[in-house]
């Protein structure tokens, strides 16, 4: 959510899922949010995640935020 980074999610307590790449780049660069892509609708909402806090977050203004990217979601 800060640079753009595209990073796969941690793995999941049993050892499946993805390779921690988002986490590792947070680490690496004090970027804490990160957007799960595949959670983006049409009206703005996305799962938002803070490594920092470690917990789910709102972001209000995604549509926005996103668009600094160069992610269009407007309908």
Known sequence: MTC??????????????????????????????VCKLGTITPEGTASIYCYACDDDKLDDNLSIHLATLGIDIAT
């Open 4 to 33: 753009g980074y595209l990073g796969c999610g941690r793995k999941n307590w049993d050892g499946s899922g993805g390779n921690g790449h988002a986490k590792a780049h947070s680490d690496a660069t004090k970027h804490p949010l």
